[in-house]
């Protein structure tokens, strides 16, 4: 007990059963090897659990971006809005295609965009939206959906963070024309590396399975330019594993982040995670802010927690718009003052199934004490 009560408590950590190993062995063992029937199926499954009609498996979450925003016929003169809170994939799959970026500021109890700002950023070139469901909550969908089809817009949902979560209780990957998700190892569900790409669309469907595969429509056809982003069955096989266990790794993150709002409640000066009463959370990220009412600054905080064994992250340091790449499409420091608030307050604490519930009693231990000293 002692020992473990010393261990390091990390931010992350891929749960790999005998389940997923079996699985790739027999995948090994099979002779099929790369793309095959167990990716077909993997990708039934997964249709199955977003309640989506159609599912493409890719080999990572920004592959699946790329062919969202492909089959949206995202190109060059275009624009895209997006969330200028989120990981970079969000933003760099829109240059992938040629378009330009837009930003809409967030909100401060979701981390996700501000759908009133969206009207600001309507001009003739805008075709797209990138909503981010950031740290696992659903944006709000109702109004984003609403004003795409005001405006004649698709809608794209990074989904990466959100695998099993809810919107009006609709899973997410089935809200919008298209979803995504990312299979990457510290996700909630995962195959090391790997994405899928959800649809009701069949035309979206079809065009999604060619892209993946350098644009091919018949035996040395090509409609146009596309990549190899094909998932293999080795991967497959370990989502399909994961695929079963996800509601139980959700679940035992949502009793995680319960006993932390519940041990952090009382703690001045930190926000805690906020998830609106219409939708549900994966918690991929438990997110706290650090504020300016806090007892010591962020990089205080986390240095003490890190000292005490508790492993700490920051989800997103910098907003999208202050990286050089990007600013050139004319942003500037200040443009978007939510994003920017957030990225110098935001901590991430250990909120995946490996955590035990002693584990998050010595979280909060040690945060009621670091706040007291
Ligand atoms: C992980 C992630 C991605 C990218 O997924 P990869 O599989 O790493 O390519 C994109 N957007 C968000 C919000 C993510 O968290």
């Known amino acids: 007990m002692k020992n473990n009560e010393r261990s390091f408590i990390p931010i ?20 099929i090897i790369a793309q095959g029937p167990v990716t077909q199926n993997f990708e039934e499954e997964f249709a199955e659990y977003c309640g989506s009609k159609f599912a493409i498996a890719v080999n990572s979450g920004t592959a699946a971006l790329h062919t969202a925003l492909a089959c ?20 760099n799959s829109i240059l992938m295609q040629n378009a330009s970026i837009k930003f809409v500021d967030i909100l401060e109890d979701t981390f996700n965009i501000n759908p009133e700002l969206l009207e600001e950023e309507l001009d003739s070139t805008l075709k797209a939206i990138v909503t981010v469901d950031l740290f696992g909550q659903p944006a709000d969908y109702e109004q984003i959906n609403s004003f ?18 809810t919107y009006q209780g609709q899973k997410t990957g089935a809200l919008t024309d298209l979803g995504c998700f990312s299979l990457y190892a510290t996700k909630n569900m995962m195959s090391a590396e790997g994405g899928v790409m959800t649809t009701n669309n069949e035309d979206f469907m079809k065009s999604a399975k060619s892209f993946r595969q350098h644009g091919m429509v018949g035996p040395y056809e090509y409609s146009g330019l596309g990549f190899n982003y094909r998932m293999t069955d080795v991967l497959a096989a370990i989502a399909t594993a994961q695929l079963h266990k996800i509601d139980e790794f959700n679940k035992l993150r949502s009793q995680n982040a319960s006993q932390l709002i519940e041990g952090l409640s009382e703690v001045e000066g930190i926000v805690l995670p906020r998830i609106k009463t219409d939708r549900t959370s994966s918690f991929h990220q438990f997110t706290i802010r650090i504020t300016p009412e806090y007892r010591h600054s962020r990089e205080k905080f986390i240095s003490m927690l890190n000292e005490r064994g508790i492993g700490t992250g920051i989800y997103y340091p910098r907003p999208l718009h202050h990286y050089d790449h990007i600013k050139e499409f004319g942003f500037s420091q200040g443009d978007f003052p939510v994003a920017e608030k957030m990225a110098n307050e935001v901590v991430a ?3 995946h199934p490996s955590v035990t519930s002693n584990d998050i009693e010595r979280i909060v231990d040690t945060i009621i004490e670091v706040s007291n000293v």
């Open 349 to 351: 604490l250990p909120v």
């Open 148 to 165: 795409a089809k005001q405006n004649d817009l698709i809608v794209v949902e990074d989904a990466c963070q959100s695998i099993g979560a």
């Open 72 to 91: 949206a016929n995202v190109g060059r003169g275009d624009s895209v809005v997006t969330s200028p809170f989120t990981f970079i994939a969000s933003a």
């Open 12 to 31: 992350s950590k891929p749960i790999v059963g005998i389940e997923e190993k079996q699985a790739v062995q027999k995948v090994l063992d099979s002779g």
